[in-house]
């Protein structure tokens, strides 16, 4: 019995000793970065009322292509171009599918590979009869409380007014670039960047243009987002998820509500979504272990623990972040209802009913693994399942130890006043257009140099968008910066 017990113990301090070290190695310490800060000489004044001025057109994407907003991308170019007009004049510029363009800035190195700084002018629709809920008009472009509202203020138009902010700039201070740069411009990124980043990417891919880096939105610093994080977060998505959207459609013979078969058309779908979300795909937590990883010693204890730990505590994991949305769209694929249509009338049994089933599929999966799972679980040969939109797999993860990894991290670390900045990668639970160039760079990122709250990040794709004023300075001064570091 003794003996027992002296075992037992042993093998608990054993126990103990492998969580340890395991938490210890697993924390990065989270030593500020020392590098100088920067100073950008800028107009800020004029740079804030030219973004928010670009807020007034409603470059809207729409899945109809009958309803594309010819007028507002023309008028819209046009405010660009006598907005920068140094842009415009000095870099050679192409239109690409008549409303995106390329631009070329050319370096004095043909030997360096160039860069590619990526943005796009659509923006998504109001949701009809919200209008009255914005504090202020969505394509008013109003300046108050120290921030630009408006529809596309964070998705995207920071990023298109940012670069073309930064380049006006550097050209305008006499900057000339040893390696090319390219910027580029889609009008159709909302609904899939077919004809706009795309056509972009196959265009340079017949000059035989390969790429140093590509640099994307989709991530952004983070301020009182990071639980256990005082500091603000930069969050660089080296990858991201790929998307999928399924429609589900059932038959039935119709007729008058008083007289329902057993299963109805409406009620068929209505249990294959039913099933698809009890059956949640399977939670792989690498890529939350890496951000954590990332994060460093900061963090609370018992998520390190957690996280260094998986082989012992993954059933532990998966409970704690249980519920929390945010968590589980980096460690699973996604699956969300998004369209339901059945009847005309609350007394008529539909003929036809459809539900529209949006995944955001994790690496790992593919678009095919989750169409073949799909079926396992609805498992009902009355509904039939069709692709709805656009799709796409999952990104390669590009490398977080290359020269553009390295050159984007200093950026933001320069210019930045908190020095404490932390600065990680994060896969990038969205789609973006910088999934269009893969075949002409190995390293793609995605980042947008804004800083953003709680607040401002319920105006992402929702009602009063907007970013705070020295948010979109910051980062217009990092784009600049980068062309600098980059490119110089």
Do not use: C
């Not at 113990?9 to 492998?18: E, F, H, P």
């Not at 800060?37 to 009322?49: G, M, N, S, W, Y």
């Not at 995106?100 to 360096?112: I, V």
């Not at 005082?230 to 969050?235: E, I, M, R, S, Y």
């Amino acid at each position: 019995m003794k003996k027992t017990v002296l075992l037992l113990l042993a093998s608990l301090l054993v126990l103990v000793g492998v969580i340890t070290i395991n938490t210890i190695n697993f924390s990065k310490d989270l030593e500020p970065r020392l590098v100088d800060k920067v100073q950008v000489q800028l107009d800020e004044r004029a740079a804030i009322q030219r973004f928010a001025k670009s807020l007034t057109f409603p470059s809207i994407s729409y899945t109809d292509p009958a309803l594309f907003p010819t007028g507002d991308f023309v008028a819209l170019r046009q405010y660009l171009s006598e907005s920068f007009p140094r842009v415009f004049a000095q870099l050679e510029t192409e239109d690409v599918s008549e409303f995106s363009y390329l631009m070329k800035w050319p370096g004095s190195n043909p030997q360096l590979k160039p860069i590619l700084l990526l943005s796009h002018m659509d923006v998504v629709p109001v949701i009809p009869g919200t209008e009255n809920e914005w504090t202020h008009p969505p394509f008013g472009g109003v300046v108050a409380s120290g921030a630009v509202w408006g529809r596309g203020a964070i998705d995207d138009k920071a990023g298109v007014l940012g670069i073309l902010e930064a380049t006006e700039t550097l050209l305008a201070q006499g900057f000339a670039p040893s390696r090319t740069v390219y910027l580029a411009f889609g009008h159709d990124e909302e609904v899939g960047g077919q004809q706009g980043a795309k056509k972009i990417a196959d265009l340079l891919q017949t000059r035989g243009v390969t790429l140093e880096f590509v640099l994307d939105e989709g991530g952004l610093i983070t301020d009182g987002v990071v639980d256990g994080i005082d500091a603000p977060v930069a969050v660089i998505g080296p990858g991201e998820k790929g998307i999928l959207s399924l429609r589900l459609i059932a038959a039935g013979p119709g007729g008058h509500s008083s007289q329902p078969l057993e299963y109805t058309a409406a009620g068929l779908v209505a249990r294959a979504v039913y099933r698809l979300e009890e059956n949640p795909f399977p939670i792989d937590l690498s890529y939350l272990s890496q951000f954590i990883h990332n994060l460093g010693s900061e963090l609370p204890l018992l998520q390190r623990v957690v996280f260094a730990n998986t082989w012992l505590f993954e059933p532990f994991a998966h409970r704690m972040f249980s519920g929390n949305s945010v968590a589980l769209a980096s460690a699973r694929t996604t699956t969300a209802p998004t369209m339901l249509k059945a009847s005309i009338k609350e007394n008529v049994l539909p003929i036809q009913a459809e539900a529209v089933v949006n995944f955001r599929i994790l690496p790992g999966d593919s678009v095919q693994g989750v169409i073949d799972r799909v079926k396992t679980i609805i498992d009902d040969d009355s509904i039939e399942i069709e692709r709805y939109g656009f799709w796409s797999e999952p990104s390669e993860m590009a490398s977080t130890e290359s020269f553009g990894y390295e050159q984007l991290s200093l950026s933001i670390a320069q210019v930045i006043p908190n020095k404490d900045i932390v600065i990680v990668p994060r896969l990038v639970i969205g789609a973006t257009d910088a999934r269009h160039f893969s075949q002409i760079s190995e390293n793609s990122y995605r980042f947008m140099g804004i800083t953003v709250g709680k607040e401002e990040l319920k105006g992402f794709h929702g009602t009063n968008e907007r970013v705070p004023e020295d948010s979109y300075i910051n980062a217009v001064k990092i784009y600049l910066q980068l062309i600098r570091n980059a490119a110089g």
